[in-house]
């Protein structure tokens, strides 16, 4: 795979002449930088509007903290252990 360079010239310099004096700017890197930002920004909108993720999925929500999962997790166990129901929990750090 190639890649485009874009050469801009360094503020504060006269003279052009010495090809240090220019700041080369990858664009492939810089465009590959910049779809990453764009899906990471739409994604997780798009699994909101679209209603995909579960109630206890919280890693890739906005504002989805681990507190916030705690909590749920917490009150669905209280929940089942009130009606006497048998309970698992299994917790993963992948």
């Not at 906005?62 to 089942?80: C, P, Q, W």
Request: some cysteine.
């Amino acid at each position: 795979m190639s890649a485009s360079s874009v050469l801009i010239r360094n503020p504060d310099t006269q003279d052009y002449t010495k090809v240090t004096l220019y700041r080369k700017i990858p664009l492939l890197s810089w465009l590959n930088q910049a779809i990453k930002n764009v899906v990471a920004e739409l994604l997780p909108n798009e699994d909101e509007r679209r209603a995909v993720l579960s109630n206890c999925e919280f890693g890739s929500r906005k504002k989805g903290l681990a507190i916030d999962a705690a909590a749920i997790l917490v009150d669905i166990v209280h929940s089942e252990l009130n009606e006497a129901n048998i309970t698992r929990v299994l917790l993963m750090d992948i």
